[in-house]
């Protein structure tokens, strides 16, 4: 303990003078560019560190790897914990070409009391005559568990958090494969994405009731036309098949995404930049899932009620319409885009065979969209929002019966899901897109 203890400020000092060296350094083909890293937590606090990004991988040269890794480590001390990131993508050149390169990844992390290894191999095929329309195929096998259920807003809508027993602390490994395609066609004015993804994990002790596996299919389509420079028509469709035993932070909502990928964005990774209160009250939305931005609040309200959480079936219809920015003075390139748009979100949360129910939204927007560099041929974008949802349409039941076992609840639910009225100023912060084209 007191060696660990010596350890912290020594390293603190030594990422510190990495950081104040700026340095830069090349290692064969790739270029690294080290700079600091700085993030805050409520167990931690103030992360220091620094952070390594390598020059974006190309599509057309295919001999350049890519290293992305970052050491941080708290400032709270005792008890400063010390998480690291490391992602690396080598070209296979058995299997890639010129135009169509096969990429093994290495992914490794631990950090906010999560920790995942993984490995992924990706295989690119582009149209012969459109180096933007392409399809990309891949497949991902980790391991990934919790082992500090501290960090996290919602510690009781883990089911995977750890568990002690005699004074040990045990957690289950998720073993996961996960499988995608990805279709992707741009011929200028409009933009089209077909995606489909199954996801299993094979531990036997990772489901409800810590004896069965779970799983989950999704798919979706997304496009987005331009009219002109400064508007747009974005859609996009959504469906998505669950396993009754899937724990539930690997359970997709209606309102937003998965919780465990709340883990893949600094922000919302661990307590501390959002509060809990913020978070309850509706003022934070995650893209994904059947994005019906406007019942934010009523997903955490209702986050472990078996009626909503445990449907089987989501499909929903997210529409945009992108309006020239009504705010000349703020500036809009193409590496930081203001846009603004009216939306309307509808989805159908399946219960059982022949119950569900009918959400759907409508409002105003802003997002800010800031761009990263190139992954395997396509532009990411980061985005932070704010929407309006200013009506919610009354939740519709269909079906002729409640579902089995929810005969009192079933009422209930659909009356509290009913009690703020149509209009309404409702406002919140939105975390990332499901229209990244």
Request: glycine residues 8%; hydrophobic residues 35%; positive net charge.
């Amino acid at each position: 303990m007191a060696i660990r203890n010596t350890l912290r400020p020594c390293l603190i000092v030594i990422a510190l003078c990495i950081i104040s060296l700026e340095s830069k350094a090349q290692f064969s083909t790739t270029h690294y560019n080290f700079h600091p890293d700085l993030w805050y937590n409520s167990v931690d606090g103030v992360r220091v560190g620094v952070l390594s990004r390598s020059k974006e991988m190309s599509l057309i040269d295919t001999t350049l790897s890519r290293l992305d890794a970052g050491l941080w480590l708290g400032t709270s001390f005792p008890g400063s914990y010390l998480s690291y990131y490391f992602n690396y993508e080598l070209p296979i050149s058995y299997i890639s070409t010129s135009r169509n390169p096969g990429i093994v990844e290495f992914n490794s992390f631990k950090r906010t009391g999560f920790v995942r290894h993984g490995i992924s191999l990706k295989k690119v095929f582009r149209n012969k005559n459109n180096e933007k329309t392409f399809t990309l195929i891949s497949l991902n096998l980790r391991r990934e568990r919790r082992t500090n259920s501290d960090y996290i807003h919602f510690p009781e809508y883990w089911r995977q958090s750890p568990y002690t027993v005699r004074q040990f602390t045990f957690t289950f490994w998720n073993k996961i494969y996960e499988i995608g395609v990805k279709h992707h066609i741009d011929d200028g004015a409009t933009k089209l994405v077909f995606d489909l993804s199954y996801m299993k994990n094979y531990s036997k002790n990772a489901g409800t009731h810590m004896v069965d596996t779970f799983w989950d299919f999704e798919a979706s389509v997304t496009a987005k036309h331009y009219f002109n420079r400064h508007s747009s028509f974005r859609f996009r469709l959504f469906s998505t098949y669950i396993s009754s035993v899937s724990p539930d932070e690997y359970t997709t909502d209606y309102a937003g995404g998965k919780y465990v990928n709340w883990l893949d964005n600094g922000f919302t990774r661990a307590d501390g930049i959002f509060s809990k209160s913020f978070i309850e009250n509706g003022y934070l939305h995650m893209a994904g899932g059947a994005n019906i931005r406007g019942y934010t609040k009523d997903m955490f309200t209702f986050f472990n009620s078996q009626v909503v959480r445990r449907g089987r079936l989501i499909n929903s219809v997210n529409t945009e319409l992108s309006i020239p920015n009504p705010f000349p003075l703020l500036y809009s390139g193409d590496k930081v885009r203001i846009d603004t748009y009216g939306f309307f979100d509808v989805g159908m949360f399946v219960i059982d065979p022949v119950t569900g129910i009918i959400l759907s939204d409508a409002g105003f927007g802003m997002s800010l969209s800031l761009e990263l560099p190139e992954v395997i041929g396509k532009r990411k974008r980061i985005f932070i929002r704010y929407d309006l949802p200013v009506y919610i349409f009354q939740p519709m039941r269909y079906g002729l019966k409640p579902p089995e076992g929810y005969t009192d609840e079933y009422p209930i639910l659909l009356n509290d899901l009913k009690t703020e009225p149509g209009f309404k100023f409702r406002h919140l912060l939105g975390i990332g897109a499901v229209f990244d084209l």
